[in-house]
Antibody, heavy 125, light 112 residues
Framework: EVQLVQSGAEVKKPGESLKISCKGS????????IGWVRQMPGKGLEWMGI????????RYSPSFQGQVTISADKSISTAYLQWSSLKASDTAMYYC??????????????????WGQGTLVTVSS | QSVLTQPPSVSGAPGQRVTISCTGS?????????VHWYQQLPGTAPKLLIY???NRPSGVPDRFSGSKSGTSASLAITGLQAEDEADYYC????????????FGTGTKVTVL
């Protein structure tokens, strides 16, 4: 059974650093891209970035480039999302997702077939 | 900022049919990229509902169906049930600078 299990909720102060995790199991962790999705309170889903654990190739949404760092440790099948200096506006639920692809309609197509349970990050002074 | 536009809310009585639209542009849906749909029940993580415009993963009831035409896509729920009350999001791929994977603005489905 494919599972993405995320680390627990965090409460931090502005300016602090944070690293949350997402552990994959039930599949070959190095063969699928893992992404991160933000959901601010009462708002929609926003794609942040994605990493290929096999070689750590990473892509970021322009909105999040430079704001967060995505990494992975394939030896323990775990992906990470980290901040060096949190802001109150980083308060949100963060989900990791497994990306899959297929070829159709003349292009490669991508979607997210498994989601982690979410990690709530609260940043408040 | 989402590049796929959905109505904020739709509602229907039990047993009725409701549809949710997802409008994109020439850099995503109109460029031939497929649309996928996710269901987010209250207080839970989103779950894949439809992939490749109209395909249901194992376990998804056949009252959920999807379609795509031009720069838009639609999700239909027939025989609406109380447990269908949730937020629904479309998702596609975008070839512009706005980001590779784009989500819709989200639609709240209310069962009256």
């Amino acid at each position: 059974e494919v599972q993405l299990v995320q680390s627990g909720a965090e409460v931090k102060k502005p300016g602090e650093s944070l690293k949350i995790s997402c552990k994959g199991s039930g599949y070959s962790f190095t063969s699928y891209w893992i992404g991160w999705v933000r959901q601010m309170p009462g708002k929609g889903l926003e794609w942040m970035g994605i990493i290929y654990p096999g070689d750590s190739d990473t892509r970021y949404s322009p909105s999040f480039q430079g704001q967060v760092t995505i990494s992975a440790d394939k030896s323990i099948s775990t992906a990470y999302l980290q901040w060096s200096s949190l802001k109150a506006s980083d308060t949100a639920m963060y989900y990791c997702v497994r990306r899959v692809y297929y070829y159709g309609s003349g292009s490669y197509q991508y979607y997210f077939d498994y989601w982690g349970q979410g990690t709530l990050v609260t940043v408040s002074s | 900022q989402s590049v796929l536009t959905q109505p904020p809310s739709v509602s229907g009585a039990p047993g009725q049919r409701v549809t949710i639209s997802c409008t994109g542009s020439s850099s995503n849906i109109g460029a031939g990229y497929d649309v996928h749909w996710y269901q987010q029940l209250p207080g839970t993580a989103p779950k894949l509902l439809i992939y490749g415009n109209s395909n249901r993963p194992s376990g998804v009831p056949d009252r959920f169906s999807g379609s795509k035409s031009g720069t838009s896509a639609s999700l239909a729920i027939t025989g609406l049930q109380a447990e269908d009350e949730a937020d629904y999001y479309c998702q596609s791929y975008d070839s512009s600078l706005s980001g590779l994977y784009v989500f819709g603005t989200g639609t709240k489905v209310t069962v009256l």
